[in-house]
């Protein structure tokens, strides 16, 4: 419903994709903002403890563990903000999917989210494994700030076009060049 207030994670269910954190922010938030929910997508071998996790911890109606989902884009946008709770990452096809859909973005502070995720520009960046961090960012930045989580997803979708398919050929036609330059000067010497 409209009075939902939504976060998505698409991810293999991991040690490195972290889940788990996810589930105990949600229990700790779970009071604060009773409409709260965590949509989870994928599957894994930790997928069965996070769902265990959170039948012991009686927050089934605010988490969803969708498993394998081919419609990310419309879970994307039916949400509020999306998170990640990584360990590390290379660089997250998750984050740039969520914003190039205009979310803002809650993630951990490993190397691939640093990449996207600018602190304080168009999301917010908190410490690995820190429940409290986590929570504390999801209410106050962008449950209680709606103006603040439209500005870091405007925020999101203009630092992303860095990435789309024409800027990315453009750089690659740069490197190419580059390299031909170079093997015609080493063929020149020779």
């Known amino acids: 419903s409209e009075d939902e207030f939504i976060l998505f994670y698409a991810a293999e269910f991991s040690q490195r994709k972290n889940q788990i954190l996810l589930i105990h922010v949600i229990n700790a938030l779970k009071n604060k903002i009773p409409a709260i929910r965590l949509l989870l997508a994928g599957t894994g071998d930790l997928l069965e403890p996070c769902r265990n996790l959170t039948e012991q911890l009686h927050i089934r109606e605010h988490v969803q563990l969708l498993g394998y989902q081919k419609n990310i884009h419309e879970l994307l946008s039916i949400s509020d903000a999306a998170v ?4 590390q990452e ?10 190039a ?8 502070r490993c190397r691939g989210n640093r990449d996207l995720v600018s602190h304080g520009h168009n999301g917010i960046l908190v410490d690995i494994d820190d ?10 930045y962008f449950f209680a700030n709606k103006t603040l989580q439209a500005t870091y997803g ?7 076009e860095a990435y789309s398919l ?3 050929l453009t750089e ?3 490197i190419y060049n580059l390299v031909m330059l170079m093997n015609d000067h080493k063929q020149q010497r020779t």
């Open 84 to 87: 990640s709770s990584s360990r």
């Open 101 to 108: 859909t205009g979310l803002p973005v809650i993630a951990t």
């Open 154 to 160: 405007r925020n999101s979708l203009k630092r992303i």
């Open 172 to 174: 690659m036609k740069k």
């Open 131 to 140: 429940i409290e961090q986590m929570a504390e960012a999801i209410q106050h």
């Open 166 to 168: 024409p800027c990315v």
């Open 90 to 99: 290379g660089l997250p096809v998750n984050i740039m999917e969520a914003m």
